[in-house]
T-cell receptor
Framework: AQSVSQHNHHVILSEAASLELGCNYS??????LFWYVQYPGQHLQLLLK??????LVKGIKGFEAEFIKSKFSFNLRKPSVQWSDTAEYFC???????????FGSGTRLSIRP | GAVVSQHPSWVICKSGTSVKIECRSL??????MFWYRQFPKQSLMLMAT?????????EQGVEKDKFLINHASLTLSTLTVTSAHPEDSSFYIC????????????FGPGTRLTVL
């Protein structure tokens, strides 16, 4: 069965620091990949998605993610974080043979002002 | 982006009563809707997937007689928690997507259920 792993449960950074959140999935076929963000008290919002083409995907609010097929990874990055990036971040995968999206356990990002 | 709404956003009920939560796609036709449950500081747990006009597909361990799902139209799905108990207290989130696999899945704001 496909699964998604987010190894960082809680990341604490200072403002202007660079961010990289890890995401690995287990599925050998074609996948579509997503990063969602959940700000405190708000609903899930799509940050970015990868379906095909350029493995480096640009999302909203300065986020990007790189799909590395050989490593089964889709890490999220941002060169300089802001206090407003404090949120829960979820990586998600949907395989070409499945109709449902599988979420990782989430990474809580706390930014110190 | 597309909008998915949920109603109510917050409900408190007595143990043994039933609660209905509505999920609507406001500006697109949702061929498929999903219902999730989220416990504090945890990820979303998929409860069931419903396609318009057909019976929902429940995930392993989810009681279909307890959590009744109806997807009567392309813009509305309902989740009814029957004979609710305190352990059913949780945050319930719906999401909706169109027909194509590449369609983005949009999430509702969630409904917080508290069973006394």
């Amino acid at each position: 069965a496909q699964s998604v792993s987010q190894h960082n449960h809680h990341v604490i950074l200072s403002e202007a620091a660079s961010l990289e959140l890890g995401c690995n999935y287990s599925y050998g076929g074609t996948v579509n990949l997503f990063w969602y963000v959940q700000y405190p008290g708000q609903h899930l919002q799509l940050l970015l998605k990868y379906f095909s083409g350029d493995p480096l995907v640009k999302g909203i609010k300065g986020f990007e993610a790189e799909f590395i097929k050989s490593k089964f990874s889709f890490n999220l990055r941002k060169p300089s974080v802001q206090w407003s990036d404090t949120a829960e971040y979820f990586c998600a995968v949907i395989s070409s043979s499945a109709s449902k999206i599988i979420f990782g356990s989430g990474t809580r990002l706390s930014i110190r002002p | 982006g597309a909008v998915v709404s949920q109603h109510p956003s917050w409900v408190i009920c007595k143990s043994g009563t039933s609660v209905k939560i509505e999920c609507r796609s406001l500006d697109f036709q949702a061929t498929t809707m999903f219902w999730y449950r989220q416990f504090p500081k945890q990820s979303l747990m998929l409860m069931a997937t419903s396609n318009e006009g057909s019976k929902a597909t429940y995930e392993q361990g989810v009681e279909k007689d307890k959590f009744l799902i109806n997807h009567a139209s392309l813009t509305l799905s309902t989740l009814t928690v029957t004979s609710a108990h305190p352990e059913d207290s949780s945050f319930y989130i719906c999401s909706a997507k169109g027909l194509a696999l590449t369609d983005t899945q949009y999430f509702g704001p969630g409904t917080r259920l508290t069973v006394l």
